[in-house]
């Protein structure tokens, strides 16, 4: 598949899920991985795969809602791996409820990983992009982000980080440097399944309810939006930025 030979590519929260799949996509055209994710264990699994199949990938964990630990695993990154070039910004959570039941730690810790994490990453590694004049930076929204009933702090932050991928896009594009987000729908991950189960629902039955409605007569998988985020990293790819593609199965 090719592409990306020797570039260094961070995917956040990489460990497992889409963010995994996309780290293997990346490898798989030629990228050097860096697994950032919270949990260490997870991150040391992905790369330990991905170095199994003849890639390089190396697991570091990093809170990117924290700016010196975020810049502290930026420069750890051009000293094992060379300047970054790639950034996939995935990492999230959810903390779902009803507005009135909501929390502010709820409220605060969703915008903390969403959206201050995909700012203070996008910031970190811009400063090896520009420099080099060449970047891809992707950012992970969500259907999410056109209003979800008991999501108003995930689908707040998923929103807003259309309106970053399109300033960033206006801002680093004279840099040859492009900016463009993935929207997933329901994406069959560990994330989909808790929220099953926090809903009292077995997983199975309530993915089979959902790919009842979608066009296309199935739910999505990590792969499916890995390949997309695959595509926007592609030197082929440098006319297309400030995009947002919404990943779900039908219009």
């Known amino acids: 598949m090719g592409g990306l030979e020797g570039r260094v590519a961070i995917v956040t929260g990489s460990g497992q899920g889409i963010g995994r799949a996309e780290a293997e996509v990346l490898a798989a055209r030629g990228a050097r991985l860096a697994i950032w994710d919270w949990h260490l264990d997870l991150a040391e699994a992905t790369a330990a795969h991905i170095i199994s199949h003849g890639g390089v990938a190396k697991a570091y964990r990093v809170d990117v809602g924290d700016s010196l630990r975020v810049e502290s695993a930026m420069e750890q990154v051009r000293s094992d791996l060379g300047p970054v070039s790639v950034l996939v910004n995935n990492a999230g959570i959810t903390r779902d409820n009803l507005l009135y039941k909501m929390s502010e730690d709820d409220w ?4 903390n990983i969403h959206l201050k994490g995909a700012f203070l990453c996008s910031r970190a590694a811009q400063a090896d992009m ?6 891809r930076i992707v950012l992970t929204s969500s259907t999410s982000a056109l209003g979800n009933r008991g999501q108003s702090n995930y689908a707040t932050a998923k929103a807003g980080l259309q309106g970053l991928t399109r300033t960033l896009a206006i801002e680093l594009g004279p840099f040859n440097i492009t ?5 997933p729908g329901f994406i069959d991950t560990d994330m989909t399944r ?7 629902l077995d997983p199975e039955q309530f993915k089979e309810a959902i790919s009842s409605t979608v066009p296309v007569g199935r739910v999505g998988v990590p792969e499916d939006v890995a390949h997309a985020v695959g595509f926007f990293c592609d030197p082929e790819s440098s006319y297309v930025s400030g ?3 919404y990943i ?4």
Do not use: S
């Open 108 to 111: 605060d810790t969703v915008m």
């Open 130 to 135: 520009v420099k080099h004049r060449w970047g």
């Open 179 to 183: 900016v463009n987000a993935v929207a």
């Open 194 to 200: 808790g929220t099953a189960r926090r809903l009292n």
């Open 243 to 245: 995009q947002v593609l």
């Open 248 to 251: 779900r199965g039908g219009p």
